[in-house]
């Protein structure tokens, strides 16, 4: 498998939207993918079909993201971030392996330092609803933000290692940046879904990260 291209982003502060209010936080430096994780990827570590190389990997549940995680790791002789046992996948914060982003991460990552939702004009940064499309466009089609990330938002969403509600673990994860059927409502870098973990749809992908640092929650379990 090919070197998977990550850019490095350098720690800072994020001003994030909770509920109905703001709270400032710290992100430590990490390293994300500039593409998504493609058709291509996904099928040279687990062994599943690729029709369209290039295109972002979909039909992907968190539970399968988590695991080509690790696939992804032990591929290039790194430390798997992830102990999965049962139901239960705990991230390993002291692991060099990829990883998924954390949403603060991920947010952080798709502004670039942009205050907007959107950090460039929809029609040229992002792949949505305008487009007509029936399936994700490949990636890197449109223009990257300023970190050099490509469809952070539009094309397809991309899970984050977080928990859509904390207080309620059947939520299941959250997934954020807004897919190629969605209007400009949904493609921001505020916007947040949500669902089980072993749920997978035809508009959800995954980005890679790497990079330590302590799990939110410490632990998360599949539903």
């Known amino acids: 498998m090919r070197d998977i291209e990550l850019a490095a982003i350098e720690g800072g502060t994020l ?18 993918g500039v593409f998504a994780v493609t058709e291509e ?8 079909l690729s029709r369209h190389p290039r295109r972002p990997a979909v039909e992907v549940s968190w539970q399968r993201a988590v695991r080509w995680c690790n696939a992804a790791s032990e591929w290039e002789g ?5 102990r999965i046992d049962g139901d239960e996948v705990r991230w390993d914060g002291t692991a060099d392996g990829y990883r998924l982003p954390t949403e603060t991460e991920w947010e952080y990552a798709c502004r ?6 959107q950090y460039g004009p929809l029609a040229e940064v992002a ?23 490509f469809d952070t938002l539009g094309n397809v969403w991309e899970w984050c290692w977080d928990p859509f509600d904390p207080e309620d673990p059947g939520a299941g994860r959250v997934f954020r940046g807004g897919g190629f ?31 330590p640092g302590p799990a939110p929650e ?5 539903r």
């Open 78 to 82: 790194l430390d798997p971030a992830y």
């Open 127 to 149: 792949y949505t609803a305008a487009d007509g499309l029936r399936a994700p466009a490949d990636v890197g089609g449109r223009h990257p933000n300023l970190h050099g990330l």
């Open 112 to 117: 670039a330092g942009s205050p907007a939702a």
């Open 181 to 211: 059927t969605d209007g400009p409502l949904n493609v921001r870098a505020d916007v947040r879904r949500g669902a089980r973990a072993s749920a997978a749809f035809d508009d959800v992908g995954f980005r890679a990260a790497r990079g």
């Open 41 to 48: 990827e996904l099928a040279e570590l687990l062994g599943v």
């Open 15 to 32: 001003i994030r939207r909770v509920g109905h209010a703001r709270e400032t936080v710290e992100v430590a430096p990490f390293e994300i």
């Open 218 to 222: 410490g632990r998360g379990r599949r």
